[in-house]
């Protein structure tokens, strides 16, 4: 399947030339402050599959453009890869001059064995292609040479040029002594070749203007069979060339329009359901036609939009609960909802003028759409137009979203990340962003930064480009700063900071620390002063980064085994983190055990068997579990463990007790 490997804006708004920018295979975010040029840079993108000369005023005003001929002002380059021959039936063979003038010579054929090839399937392999578009309207393709053609002409030629081809061969075939071998194949394509003259076709001017030639070669000790496979070949080429296509374009992954998401409000009219994607989405997962609604019987149309209800139900709750769903997994959006905690149900009703969609929320209550909060009727919106509209076909192609979710609760934009990765394994996503929630602390190099420069218009670049040459450490402070924000504005919980390694560790310590200040002699901290910060494990060296450079007072607290077989502490060093910020577990211990000890040693062992249990069946005590936390070889944690598999294999009806959160 193919995908968009590269891109470029020129001329357009604020963007005088971005030069190629690297698109990843998944998902990329655009980060710059409000002027920098996003919206521009993905308007743009937007128009690939536009066949319309734009406006005067949306040329960049730092360029010549305005002043030069709509056709030579360059707006956008878009870098194809990995085409299938069905994507891109124009580029099999690639073109460039030697190719657009009869390919095959006798170079194209050894003749040293009587097992000799014909070459031309190798041409046919290329998978990539690099198309213009202009201001006036008009798609260039790229030849090897550099020039460039006009997408329509060189579509036409390609088709002159196969057709011209596979009569050459035929026409040679036909007075060789082993065409009697050839399958019958090659003679179903002679006769499907021979409605065209080719006497007329050498009568053609080509469109590239390459010369005409007519090269002598010698067939005799050509392969039958290599030659069959490249004639098919030809023919294959060719019924792609003549489908029923308007354009090319149509072929290629398309660059989908839908920049703002349509949110989910009002009832509308039937008549203008067309002009709202979030209801023609509906329509779609009831398998509806617009046109066609009013034509159903009440029961047919009721039947498709129960079907269009469940959808939706299934999507929202799935959302919702996506950060259930463990790992980096590509579980769809709506293999995650849950039936036990589905929270919302959407209802769809139709009468003879308008379609409405109403939700029960979790209070049980059943209101409107468009009485449900902006962030739920946008949330509506993006599962119709996105998830269900784009997401679940496999068609390539590249999403491009303008600030999505900007009205969702911080968790919630969380979760759309969540949801555009179940999507990649079949589309790439490229939006913009203010949000921190919507950086991928994981794949940071998926960031792009946009920036203004003033006459010069704005440049887009990685993170690490944006780097203040200055402040050459501080690699994330230009996303820092273009987000607006630093973790000095954000809530994270307390004036200092504790940052840990993991969900259980942010989850114990808190435990820990109220149980110390029930104990006489003893205090914790302060609760109201700290917050604990989970840092999951590969995201600590980052966050640390964040903090250290804010200024802010934190400690970094790591389980033993990490620190050392992680080396987790040596990347910290070798960030310039301070090594009395570093603290690993045993560093508490005036005589430490002879184990790697985790956070849950810091639990009294009664106190851990208590909330191990409290995550289990009924039948699971605590009690049960002491016999094992008694015995003091080893941390809790490996001790617990280990009993919890020792009852899985004593009794089958036991054999869920392994699977623990705490654990």
Known sequence: MGRIDQVQVANYGSISDTDWIDIEETYTSLLGPNG???SNFLRALARFSQRVPIDDEQLCKF?????REPSSVLILGVRFTELSLSEAPLVHPPLGPEDLSLPISTNDIELESDNAEFKLTGNLESRKLCISVYANGTHKIHLRNGKKVELDAAYEQRIYELEKIGLEVLNELEELDFLDNVSNEIDSVYKELTDVDLDDIYDQEPVIGADEYRPERDLETASAEDIAADVMEIRQVLAELKGDIETPLERLPNIYQNIQIDSVGDPIRIDRITNSDAYLGLLDAADIEPDKIRQLSTEERREGLDRADR?????LNGYLNLESVRGQTQTSVADAADPKSNNYTVHSNFNSSQLEIEVTDESGERFRASQQSTGIRWLLGFLLTIIHGLGDN???????????????????KRLLLKAL?????????????HSPFLIDNDEIDHTRIVKHQGPDGSTVMRHNEARDSERDMDSLAPIRESLGASLAH????????????GYTDRQYLPTFNSYLNTLEGWSGIDDDSIGFVDGSGSRVSYMAQFLDVEGLNYQILLDDD?????????????????????HTLSDGFADPPDYDIVIEDLLPPDLFCEKVAETHPSNLSPEVLKDAVDN???????????????LNNISTSQSRLVRTPAC
């Open 421 to 433: 990765r179940t999507i990649t394994d079949r589309k790439q996503v490229i939006y913009s962003t």
């Open 36 to 38: 920098a040029g996003k």
């Open 562 to 582: 990490t620190a050392g077989d992680d080396g987790l502490v040596e990347q910290l060093q070798e960030l310039r983190i301070h090594d009395e910020k570093i």
């Open 394 to 412: 496999d068609e390539p192609g590249l999403i491009v979203l303008d600030d999505p979710g900007v009205h969702l609760h911080p968790e919630a």
């Open 311 to 315: 959808r939706l139900t299934e999507l």
């Open 490 to 501: 954000l809530p994270f919980g307390g004036n200092d900071t504790i940052l840990v390694e």
């Open 632 to 646: 003091r070889d080893g941390s809790i944690l490996d001790r617990v463990r280990g009993k919890l598999h020792q």
């Open 63 to 67: 360029t010549s453009a305005q002043s």
